[in-house]
């Protein structure tokens, strides 16, 4: 509960830093707290935005707040165990949980991209169940991250593994010309459509019948991430024995940690938690 609530007072201070320096240019600014005062589990808050790329600046090293933006470097990967606490997932007949499944992976996951280099976040680190906003809250607060959603499906081909990224998003942007929080993946697709496809295709060198390249669903954790951002299922709870997922945890890690390697020299980061790419 007190990393809950530490996660949260830091996701508020880089978003009402965004929301304030948006309002420089644009006023009057949106109330920037009121969705992280939100019971976790609702959805579709009102508040938090990121800037628009209408203010001119997507696709561009350039920001919105000019000469206060430096580049940086991607250093950082948010790590999400899907489900926890009371929500355990996809589950098997032989009594495999996919919540527990992925914390498992996700420690695998975590020591191979520390030795490619990058600082890693976890959304949580035992059974806990954040609100998707929660865990979207804590990738937005990061500068140079990405994030990388951890899943066991139900389906799918046993010892294959899928990357999926957030099918295309409306450019909707409020009347402060601001992007809505539960559309703040948008500027960020074309960079997680390439993230996803490096990690693919590692893993479809890894486990034979896996896709070659990412595949788009709607997938709502993603929708209101602001970094580049995918989500890896693997198949699949169906198994009879876990140690047949167990066995793929490692090249699964590799893959993602290869894959976040490959991209970094692709996305130039700005400076600003939750700002533009
Ligand atoms: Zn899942």
């Known amino acids: 509960m007190k990393n809950i609530i530490r996660i949260k007072s830091v996701s508020l201070i880089g978003l009402v830093y ?14 920037p707290s009121q ?11 009102p508040g938090p935005s990121v800037p628009s790329p209408q203010g001119g600046a997507a696709g561009s090293a350039a920001s919105p707040f000019g000469a206060q933006t430096q580049q940086g ?10 489900h926890g606490g009371t929500d355990p997932g996809a589950r098997g007949t032989g009594g495999i949980r996919e919540s527990e499944i992925v914390l498992d992976f996700a420690i695998q996951v975590r020591r191979a991209l520390e030795l490619q280099g990058f600082q890693v976040v976890q959304t949580r680190q ?12 804590t990738a937005n607060a990061q ?9 066991i499906s139900s389906t799918g081909l046993p010892g294959t593994a899928r990357v999926y990224v957030n099918s295309d ?19 960020f697709l074309v960079l997680s459509r390439t993230f996803g496809n490096l990690v693919q295709g590692f893993l479809a060198q890894r486990f034979k019948g896996s896709p070659d390249a990412a595949q788009t669903a ?13 989500a890896v299922e693997i198949s699949s709870v169906t198994v009879d ?4 997922l167990d066995r793929m945890a490692p090249g699964v890690a590799d893959a993602i940690a290869r894959g976040a390697a490959a991209f970094k020299p692709s996305y130039v980061v700005p400076n600003t938690p939750g700002a533009l790419p």
């Open 73 to 82: 470097g991607l250093n950082i990967v948010v790590l999400d165990p899907a």
């Open 241 to 244: 024995d876990r140690a047949d």
């Open 169 to 187: 998003l409306p450019p909707v942007t409020d009347s402060n010309g601001m992007i809505p929080w539960d559309r703040a993946q948008a500027p």
């Open 18 to 31: 965004v929301a304030l320096l948006a309002a420089a240019m644009v006023a009057p600014s949106p109330a």
């Open 126 to 137: 035992g059974n806990e169940n954040p609100s998707f906003d929660d865990r979207s809250a």
């Open 143 to 151: 500068r140079g991250a990405v994030f990388v959603t951890l899943h």
């Open 218 to 230: 709607s997938v709502r954790q993603l929708r209101t991430t602001a970094a580049p951002a995918i």
């Open 35 to 45: 969705a992280l005062h939100q019971a976790p589990g609702t959805s579709t808050p």
